[in-house]
Nanobody, 125 residues
Framework: QVQLVESGGGLVQPGNSLTLSCAASGLLLDDYGIGWFRQAPGKEREAVSC????????EYTDPVKGRFTISRDAAKNMAYLQMDNLRPEDTAVYYC??????????????????WGQGTVVTVSS
């Protein structure tokens, strides 16, 4: 059974940092591109970042560019999203997702094959 499990969310003050983790089981993440998405209350799910299976290519959407960093660890079968200088507008449920393909980095959620259940990030003073 394939599972993606996010962790690391929580309540932080503006300007602080969080690192989200995505642990995979039932699949080899090395065969998949990874995406991070988020959904704020009352809004549609939006892309945050993606990275190819070997980490050669990463992309970020404009709202997080320069503040968030996506990475992955093949040995641990995990992916991460380092979030710095957090803002209240970053408040959302964050999801990791996996897309089959070693050279795939997609910001289109419908293309992803597997999803985690999400972890809540709240940025507030």
């Amino acid at each position: 059974q394939v599972q993606l499990v996010e962790s690391g969310g929580g309540l932080v003050q503006p300007g602080n940092s969080l690192t989200l983790s995505c642990a995979a089981s039932g699949l080899l993440l090395d065969d998949y591109g990874i995406g991070w998405f988020r959904q704020a209350p009352g809004k549609e799910r939006e892309a945050v970042s993606c990275i190819t299976s070997r980490g050669a290519l990463a992309e970020y959407t404009d709202p997080v560019k320069g503040r968030f960093t996506i990475s992955r660890d093949a040995a641990k079968n995990m992916a991460y999203l380092q979030m710095d200088n957090l803002r209240p507008e970053d408040t959302a449920v964050y999801y990791c997702a996996a897309i089959l393909g070693r050279r795939v980095c997609s910001l289109t959620p419908d293309q992803y094959h597997y999803w985690g259940q999400g972890t809540v990030v709240t940025v507030s003073s």
